[in-house]
């Protein structure tokens, strides 16, 4: 079996939003959403220090093991964050999935199918899995919705995995919200 890799795209566009590959310009952006108290309490903690996002994301530049997306609407306004990484076999992880408060909840959907159809068409992965904190009530219903299965726990988080029926059943069910796909644009690197 071939190893699977995550690749990076300059975009993905779906029917109403764009995955944009992340630059140093999203520091500022990216920051206020890791640090604002509501959003922040379901994830890692970040030092509110511009420099060492702006550091981070000149890493990132640099991996090849991942790929981290602003969401923004057709006109380029910026509504959140999405990130696949942990590529094992055929599936991979991703989190880092952050929207600004009031964006349409149209928005979670077609972000999350938007992240699959990019991970099993344009990749050739057939699963995902990931993790998600037991007090984020919200999101692990979302996932459990969308079909994935719950495998293990801890004191903090639920981990998950979402097979490729389950992917294809919810892709199929919610299909209104990305009903041609995805057009990639990747990068000619």
């Given at each position: 079996?071939s190893?699977?890799?995550i690749r990076?795209?300059?975009?993905?566009?779906?029917?109403?939003?764009?995955?944009?590959?992340?630059v140093?310009a999203d520091?500022?952006?990216?920051?206020?959403?890791?640090?604002?108290?509501?959003k922040?309490?379901?994830?890692?903690?970040?030092?509110?220090?511009?420099g060492?996002?702006?550091?981070?994301?000149?890493?990132?530049?640099?991996?090849?093991?991942?790929?981290?997306?602003?969401?923004?609407?057709?006109?380029?306004?910026?509504?959140?964050?999405v990130?696949?990484?942990?590529?094992?076999?055929e599936s991979?992880?991703?989190?880092?999935?952050?929207?600004l408060e009031?964006v349409v909840?149209s928005?979670?959907?077609?972000?999350a199918?938007m992240?699959?159809?990019?991970?099993l068409?344009?990749?050739?992965?057939?699963c995902?899995?990931?993790?998600?904190?037991?007090?984020?009530?919200?999101?692990?219903?979302f996932?459990?919705?969308?079909?994935?299965?719950r495998?293990?726990e801890?004191?903090?988080?639920?981990e998950y995995?979402?097979?490729?029926?389950?992917?294809?059943v919810?892709?199929?069910?919610y299909r209104?919200?990305?009903?041609?796909g995805v057009h990639?644009?990747?990068?000619l690197?």
């Amino acid at each position: 079996m071939s190893t699977i890799k995550i690749r990076k795209a300059d975009f993905i566009k779906g029917k109403s939003l764009v995955l944009r590959n992340v630059v140093v310009a999203d520091a500022a952006f990216i920051l206020s959403l890791r640090t604002d108290p509501k959003k922040s309490r379901h994830l890692s903690q970040v030092s509110d220090d511009l420099g060492e996002q702006v550091a981070w994301i000149s890493s990132y530049e640099n991996r090849d093991t991942e790929a981290y997306f602003i969401i923004e609407d057709f006109h380029g306004v910026p509504l959140g964050t999405v990130r696949m990484y942990d590529a094992r076999g055929e599936s991979f992880c991703w989190g880092s999935w952050i929207l600004l408060e009031g964006v349409v909840s149209s928005a979670a959907i077609e972000s999350a199918l938007m992240v699959y159809a990019y991970a099993l068409e344009s990749l050739g992965f057939r699963c995902a899995h990931f993790q998600v904190r037991k007090d984020n009530e919200r999101v692990w219903k979302f996932h459990e919705r969308f079909g994935a299965e719950r495998t293990a726990e801890n004191e903090v988080e639920y981990e998950y995995n979402l097979s490729n029926m389950a992917i294809e059943v919810s892709v199929n069910r919610y299909r209104r919200y990305l009903p041609y796909g995805v057009h990639v644009e990747e990068f000619l690197k």
